[in-house]
């Protein structure tokens, strides 16, 4: 099966600065690759996604790239501001001949210092 | 204008004592899914409906079950219990098969055993 692996585990940066979180995937069948943010106790909310036959989206102050040669993805967020502080998870997800669920990432906990 | 919503949002069970929880969706998604999230873990794929298409992952323990009686519900049966079953159970939607369709999340179900 798929095996997500994220890093790093905690980020801490300075307000204002960039964070960038790294996602390796292992199945080169996957083909879907969501972000989500956690606060705690909330559900996940996707930020952004990507698919396969893209390599890199934007939204605002998020960014997404996709390396299907290599197999990782980028997760880059600028200008970063408090209310960024919490769990992001990368996930990935696959074609399978059917529905799919999401292997996610173990999860990086981004700190935005004042 | 709640689209996945989940019952109870705080279950106490005791340990061996049958528990289901309940999912239920207004977006006439095709696909019903349950993960399981413990304390600063990500989210781990239970099993999954495509419509009545039930697909269970190979390490999900024989000890939880699910049932989807029509498109809008969901439910979780956990059959006995133990204490390392505490943990968030969150119930997600998509439009499409082959992971191609975002995933909506509800709330989630906090777990407790005693």
């Known amino acids: 099966g798929e095996n997500v692996e994220q890093h790093p585990s905690t980020l801490s940066v300075q307000e204002g600065d960039s964070a960038v979180i790294k996602c390796t995937y292992s199945?080169?069948?996957?083909?879907?690759f969501p972000w989500y943010k956690q606060e705690l106790g909330k559900r996940p909310q996707l930020i952004i996604d990507i698919r396969s036959n893209v390599g890199e989206k934007k939204d605002q102050r998020i960014a997404v790239t996709l390396n299907k040669t290599a197999k990782h993805f980028s997760l880059h967020i600028t200008e970063t501001q408090p209310e960024d502080s919490a769990v992001y998870f990368c996930a990935a997800s696959g074609t399978g001949g059917g529905a799919d669920g999401l292997t996610f990432g173990k999860g990086t906990h981004l700190i935005i210092q004042p | 204008d709640a689209m996945v919503i989940q019952n109870p949002r705080y279950q106490v069970t005791q340990f061996g004592k049958p528990v289901t929880l309940s999912c239920s969706q207004t977006l006439n998604h095709n696909v019903m899914y349950w993960y399981q999230q413990k304390s600063s873990q990500a989210p781990k794929l239970l099993f999954h409906?495509?419509?009545?298409?039930?697909?269970n992952e190979a390490d999900t323990p024989d000890n939880f079950q699910s049932r989807r009686p029509n498109t809008s519900f969901c439910f979780l049966d956990i059959r006995s219990p133990g204490l390392g079953d505490a943990a968030m159970y969150l119930c997600a939607t998509s439009r499409n098969s082959q992971g191609q369709g975002e995933q909506y999340f509800g709330p989630g179900t906090r777990l407790t055993v005693t």
């Open positions: 199945d080169s069948a996957s083909n879907y």
């Open positions: 409906y495509y419509d009545k298409d039930f697909n």
